[in-house]
């Protein structure tokens, strides 16, 4: 039996995060040049029915049955088996490497789950629809980040840029035009789900208020879109910045994302915003193709502490 190899690429948001968690429209865009992986291959060396996981980035080498159940890969690994119902497992190794940053908003821990999800349904013979890829990501998703609003699951396990909406369909954009983003990673860790949780405590305190910010955010959202197809990325900058100064107001960003933020727009950037969970994480900025080097260099100038380019491309025809 050959190596088998689930793949899935990271994430960024560029409109509506927490907004999103709160009903709102959000969109989001697969990364393409960072990506997690899976290998799966036979293990002869062990029992029928015995998996070995390895991700070495995480110096995590052991079986399956040594994981506590609640670790993301011994979950993703117990789905993908639950979701098969196969009667007979032989033994195998899942090897997991990702070059996705770990806690900064671009999906890693999603990715990897929906590479590992892939990979072993693959190997097994059976592999999963996009569908059941994303579904199962949400599932792991769910266990360490509380109350995840499902954006993350879908973009990276569909690999297309998304609008997405909970409790409505999922619409995929037909990108008609390119456009040029420009990702700033501060290096200061904030998880998402503190971020969450403590914009869930304020909300609960004051709903009024915030729900209002949220509808906003989505209004900023639903214009995006067309924005985003048509490449029209004068409205886009104006939207970037508006979202940004929205969730400033709440309180999501922080020094080190507005001097990446100032910076990227004295560049010469379109727009900028801070992108997925905030306090710290990645900024994200728009900007033409001419523009692309100066703002990159600008993010690295005050202290990013890694940047990446990205394109967003109309889909070839097939
Ligand atoms: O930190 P990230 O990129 O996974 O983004 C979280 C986005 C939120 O809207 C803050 C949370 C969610 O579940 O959508």
């Known amino acids: 039996m050959a190596v088998i190899t689930g793949k899935a690429p990271g994430k960024i948001i560029l409109f509506g995060e927490h907004a999103v968690v709160y009903g709102q429209p959000a969109i989001a865009i697969p990364v393409a040049k960072v990506k997690a992986t899976a290998h799966v291959f036979p293990d002869f060396e062990s029992r029928a029915g015995e998996i070995h996981i390895q991700a070495l980035d995480i110096g995590l080498d052991t079986f399956l049955f040594e994981l506590d159940p609640q670790h993301p890969l011994a979950a993703a690994v117990n789905l993908t088996l639950a979701e098969l119902q196969l009667e007979h497992i032989p033994a195998f190794q899942v090897q997991i490497s990702s070059n996705i940053p770990i806690s900064a908003g671009m999906g890693s821990g999603a990715a990897i789950s929906a590479a590992v999800i892939r990979g072993v349904s693959a190997f097994l013979g ?9 579904a199962l ?15 993350d699951n879908n973009v990276i396990a569909y690999n297309k840029p998304v609008y997405y909406q909970r409790g409505q369909a999922l619409q995929f954009l037909q990108i008609e035009n390119e456009t040029h983003w420009v990702i700033g990673d501060t290096g200061e860790k904030t998880p998402t789900l503190e971020t969450v949780s403590d914009l869930g405590t304020r909300h609960a305190d004051k709903p009024h208020y915030y729900d209002q910010i949220f509808q906003t955010i989505g209004v900023i959202a639903q214009k995006a879109r067309r924005a985003l197809i048509e490449a029209d990325i004068k409205t886009l900058g104006s939207l970037l910045n508006e979202n940004q100064a929205l969730l400033s107001e709440l309180d999501l960003s922080c020094t080190s994302l507005d001097s990446l933020i100032k910076a990227a727009l004295d560049a010469g950037a379109e727009g900028a915003k801070l992108s997925g969970g905030g306090r710290g994480g990645n900024m994200i900025a728009l900007a033409s193709p001419a523009k692309m080097d100066a703002v990159e260099k600008a993010l690295y100038d005050v202290g990013a502490v890694n940047v990446i380019s990205t394109k967003l491309a109309r889909e070839p025809q097939s």
């Open 137 to 151: 990501t949400y599932e792991v998703e769910r266990i360490h980040h509380g109350n995840p609003s499902g954006i």
């Open 126 to 134: 059976r592999p999963l629809p996009d569908s059941t890829v994303s």
